[in-house]
């Protein structure tokens, strides 16, 4: 174990390219993660510095994408998302969180947090843990994480985006975000102005709503296309919303969680 751990950490300072699609893409968890850095508390701020060091948030947040690199640590991969049949109510959605034990964004981030609770865990440990919170977080706020299994979560839907072979799920992950043509602290910059409002509200949302409000919008999404749609401009103006929100949503969100580990 303690070898497995020793070379995870090694890895990430590796410039590796992951084999399947990222969630958010690169930049969408960089985007996350700068954010979340405006409102975490001193205390937590403090605490992630002595297990991160020099590293940012934005930046340790694509480490589970690169190690997908690897295939021995293909067990992770189940941990990016959660599967969920279309035409569920919020009770529904809820009630299979909390009964479903396949390991999924929602069980394993609980996991996590009760991992860097534990005063015996290592802080080796406690470092993976924290780089897997900080990109869950984030992918849980990508409404094709919480998408059908029959078609892998919208990778099965091919379209075309801008004249270029794609699918549902990169359309979310990469293409619309991709196409601002914005640095992440350019995106960052840009989209952190939450109202004390905002902020109280997102806040309060437990991590099974924050998954609802996903689906909700996955949902909606699955009704928009028909495979091998050509989206461009159009589809761009409609959603780009949406991802904005999103990104913004995850950031204040996985403040407020990582606060709370550290109070």
């Not at 937590?44 to 947040?61: C, D, P, Q």
């Not at 998302?81 to 929602?106: C, F, R």
């Not at 865990?121 to 994480?145: C, N, V, Y």
């Amino acid at each position: 174990m303690k070898k497995r751990i020793a070379l995870l950490l090694l890895m990430s300072t590796l410039l590796l390219v992951p084999k399947d699609t990222n969630a958010w893409g690169l930049l969408g968890h960089r985007i996350i993660g700068q954010i979340a850095d405006k409102y975490l508390s001193k205390k937590a701020k403090k605490e992630i510095r002595k297990l991160l060091g020099n590293e940012s948030i934005a930046m340790a947040s694509n480490w589970p994408d690169f190690i997908k690199s690897d295939p021995s640590f293909n067990y992770l991969n189940s941990w990016h998302y959660v599967n969920l049949p279309s035409g569920l109510s919020k009770e529904d959605v809820i009630k299979y969180l909390e009964t479903d034990t396949i390991p999924n964004i929602y069980n394993r981030i609980k996991m996590l947090a009760v991992d860097m609770k534990n005063p015996n865990t290592s802080q080796q440990q406690k470092i993976m843990d924290l780089r897997l919170i900080i990109h869950f977080m984030g992918d849980l706020h990508q409404p094709m994480h919480t998408a059908r299994k029959e078609d892998l979560g919208g990778n099965q839907i091919k379209l075309m985006w801008f004249n270029e072979n794609s699918n549902l799920h990169k359309v979310w992950d990469e293409n619309l975000i991709d196409y601002q043509q914005l640095s992440y602290t350019e995106y960052s910059n840009t989209l952190a102005f939450a109202t004390p409002e905002q902020i109280k509200e997102w806040q309060g949302t437990s991590v099974q709503e924050s998954i609802y409000e996903s689906y909700q919008i996955c949902e909606k999404l699955y009704t928009e296309i028909r495979p091998n749609d050509k989206l461009s401009y159009k589809y761009n103006f409609d959603h780009i919303g949406i991802v904005e929100s999103q990104l913004l949503k995850g950031g204040v969100r996985l403040a407020k969680f990582l606060n709370d580990i550290f109070e």
